[in-house]
């Protein structure tokens, strides 16, 4: 699927990005690479290839570099206590934060 300059107008536009005659041209060629490119990706045949939980586990055991999620403290009235003492603004046991949205 190729792209014509009227495509890449109308996505430059969408993307309220102004193009001269010669970026349109440019940004056309330059979409053009990236489509073919997905293209090529698509065309492989990836039956019996497991997904990566991370890019670098096809190089090295990523899992043993992670560590496990674990409770690490207990909950108590005066942990919390503590950390609202840093709050700058705490009731109920809860931290107080300005309106965001109205």
Known sequence: ?????????????L??????PERLTRAQDELNG???IIERLQAVDTKGVEPLAHPL???ED???????DAVTETASPERRADLLANAPDAADGLFLVPKVLE
């Open 15 to 20: 993307a309220r990005i102004e193009l001269t």
């Open 62 to 68: 990523v899992v043993l570099r992670l560590r496990e």
């Open 34 to 36: 990236m489509l073919h």
């Open 1 to 13: 699927m190729a792209l014509n300059e009227k495509d890449v107008a109308r996505i430059a536009r």
């Open 57 to 59: 586990s096809a190089h």
